[in-house]
């Protein structure tokens, strides 16, 4: 069984915080890593990719990937209440298929 | 450039009766994703189209569930009949396929059963 594994929550960071995602994978063999932020009753949004070991920054955000420990983690820089919402976590163990966690909620309160 | 389009936003059904849904993907993306979401749950995927052929849907439901992407662009999904377990968010997500694999959503359809 293909598993990706979140802690679900919540998470309670002030505003101006680093916010700190973690999400671990079962599949040694996944090539493409996720995150994608969902707000409540809305659908996911791609926020961050990452594909190679290391770190990867987008603004605000840095995704880092350690393969040999199969982690992907997300930080979330300079924290904003508008951040508030739920995490997933997102694994390919195959080609094109896309294993989901159950998501990280956020809360950043002022 | 346009996002992933479905309709309808929410329904309302009675049990053992029949629903559907529809979506439009961006332009240009081979690749469409059918995923159920059950609140408090990651997306799981139900089934996945490349143009117009099935590439994965052994997680789909086929006693109930039926989907089909005709002509490589718009796909349906239907549920017949429809059960109290089957309330969730159906989501439609679209990709350029690959190696890389992007996905993006729609907004996704509320569906009730009651």
């Known amino acids: 069984q293909k598993e990706v594994e979140q802690n679900s929550g919540p998470l309670s960071v002030p505003e101006g915080a680093i916010a700190s995602l973690n999400c671990t994978y079962s599949d040694r063999g996944s090539q493409s890593f996720f995150w994608y932020r969902q707000y409540s009753g809305k659908s996911p949004e791609l926020i961050m990719s990452?594909?190679?070991?290391g770190d990867k920054e987008d603004g605000r955000f840095t995704a880092q990937l350690n393969k040999a420990s199969q982690y992907v983690s997300l930080l979330i820089r300079d924290s904003q209440p508008s951040d508030s919402a739920t995490y997933l976590c997102a694994v390919t163990p195959d080609t094109d298929k896309l294993i989901f966690g159950t998501g990280t909620r956020l809360q950043v309160f002022p | 450039e346009a996002g992933v389009a479905q309709s309808p936003r929410y329904k309302i059904i009675e049990k053992r009766q029949s629903v559907a849904f529809w979506c439009n993907p961006i332009?240009?993306?081979?690749?469409l994703y059918w995923y159920q979401q059950i609140l408090g749950q990651g997306p799981k995927l139900l089934i996945q189209?490349?143009?117009?052929?099935?590439?994965?849907d052994s997680q789909l439901p086929k006693d109930r569930f039926s989907a089909e992407r005709l002509k490589g662009v718009d796909s349906t999904l239907k549920i017949q009949p429809a059960k109290l377990e089957d309330s969730a968010v159906y989501l439609c997500?679209?990709?350029?396929?690959?190696?890389?694999?992007?996905?993006?959503f729609g907004p996704g359809t509320r569906l009730t059963v009651l």
């Open positions: 990452i594909y190679s070991n």
């Open positions: 332009s240009g993306h081979a690749t």
């Open positions: 189209f490349q143009n117009n052929g099935v590439v994965d």
């Open positions: 997500a679209s990709s350029l396929g690959g190696e890389y694999n992007e996905q993006f």
